[in-house]
DNA sequence: ATTGATCTTTACGTTCACGTACGTTTCTGT
DNA sequence: ACAGAAACGTACGTGAACGTAAAGATCAAT
């Protein structure tokens, strides 16, 4: 038996649930380029549109902007090849298959927890690369706000010096 | 050739003070390539090594070597583009001569000043652009943990609900 | 049905950031 | 003094990540 929810036009008739967008609009939404968003495809970074009918236009519902938006955030924040953020995404992909199959309940529990767990995992890697990122970032923020401060409390120094007119002496580390 | 007076002896000026390195040596301290640093000095990125006299090798001292060190944090680290670099290592450029220059003393307090305002101006570049990309990352992190949380959520109740009310047909599987 | 904008595939071009090869030269240990 | 390792300069090669051009197909609107 199988249940069909209308298959067929959903974009031209009446209530466009999907609200599909074209190549074009994703890119300049995104700030990139369609040329990107092939390419990306291409190497296999997004999914083919499934089941599109080959020479037709590429249509991209919300979800898909959506995943699209997050592999261009990894990249830029992580700055990984596309290659290794492939196999980041992973997790990505793990999430959709269960969002897409948590919708459905005609999928048993045990299937279930094995997706939930297979995605943590990869929510963990993912975690792991940017808690190591953050912390690397976070180190140099306050290794230059320490060299901003001793920078500072010089420039105090010699403005002091000018003003009391002191000799040239070096070193007033007062604050 | 040329006259050649006692100065050659150990690498360096009169004092064996700048312990300089080779270039093989840098780059394997560093984790790179000797090639790379040539790079970075052909594309400006690293200073000429100065007053090398023309076919003979590259000497790095600590400072130097620190300098590189610092490069390659930067581009790790902010994932920009070795021009872009450039213009961000103005701050860099601006630290080091502001060393060189108060290790001398035959400097007037009024270039002082200015060069270190003029250094401070590049940190808090520095800085704001550093901090920028932190703030990303720790909403990354965030939503990263949100994520999975809600997916641990999931999977202990679907434990739970196995462990209680309806044993399925027969499977108990591991974890 | 026609049109103009956008999209399709295919394919070659480009920029960045080095890698690699090579014949030569400089250094270092003995 | 001399061998062998390492560095030199020059130059061509390379993979990643797109850009760009061409020629035809599709789509929304007239």
Redesign the pocket.
């Known amino acids: 038996m199988s249940v069909e929810p209308v298959a067929g036009r959903e ?2 008739d009446g209530a466009a649930r999907s609200a599909s967008m ?4 994703v890119a300049r939404l995104l700030g990139t ?4 968003i ?3 495809e291409e ?1 296999g970074l997004l999914p083919e549109a499934p089941a599109r009918p ?5 249509m991209y519902d919300h979800d898909e902007v959506e995943r699209i938006s997050e592999v261009m955030r990894l ?1 830029h924040l992580l700055g990984v ?3 290794e953020l492939k196999t980041l995404l992973a997790a990505e992909d793990a999430r959709a298959e269960v969002r897409a199959q948590l919708r459905r309940d005609d999928v048993d529990p045990d299937r279930r927890r094995e997706l939930l767990s297979e995605a943590l995992g990869h929510i963990d890697r993912q975690l792991e690369l940017v808690r190591h990122r953050a912390a690397e970032l976070a180190r140099l923020e306050h290794e230059l706000g320490e060299t901003r401060k001793r920078v500072k409390r010089k420039i105090r120094g010699l403005e002091a010096a000018r003003e009391g007119s002191f000799p040239p002496s070096e070193e007033m580390t007062t604050l």
Not at 54 to 58: D, F, I, S
């Open positions: 974009r031209g074209r190549i074009g609009d380029t369609p040329r990107t092939r390419y990306y190497i080959a020479g037709q236009h590429r990249k090849t596309l290659e």
